[in-house]
């Protein structure tokens, strides 16, 4: 089972720092793409971080600098780490999960992350 599982959303000032979780029922390694995207009210959902198995990973040029993307094996959990966040970060953070030699992403509850001026 991959199913995303969301965690560590909140509430934090602007200048502060998040970080949130995304963690698989199963095995992280059988993973070949991670997404976070994000989505606002009345706004389009934004990709914010894509990880391929390669190792290569690509952030939106909205969160480039601030953002990193981790993965631990041993917990088999990927991670957001958002720094100096801003009021246009504050929204509904979801990761996403696609097997290898699937073509279908699954999808997690999402977790809020409200950043306050």
């Known amino acids: 089972q991959v199913q995303p599982a969301e965690s560590g959303g909140g509430l934090v000032q602007a200048g502060g720092s998040l970080r949130v979780s995304c963690a698989a029922a199963?095995?992280?390694?059988?993973?070949?793409?991670v997404n976070w995207y994000r989505q606002a009210p009345g706004k389009q959902r934004e990709l914010v971080a894509s990880?391929?198995?390669?190792?290569?990973?690509n952030y939106s040029d909205s969160v480039k600098g601030r953002f990193t993307f981790s993965v631990d094996d041993d917990s088999d959990t990927v991670y957001l780490q958002m720094d100096n966040l801003n009021p246009e970060d504050t929204g509904f953070y979801h990761c996403?999960?696609?097997?290898?030699?699937?073509?279908?992403?699954?999808w997690g509850q999402g977790t809020q992350v409200t950043v306050s001026s």
């Open positions: 990880f391929v198995s390669d190792g290569s990973i």
């Open positions: 996403t999960f696609r097997p290898h030699g699937e073509f279908v992403d699954y």
């Open positions: 199963g095995n992280i390694n059988s993973i070949s793409t």
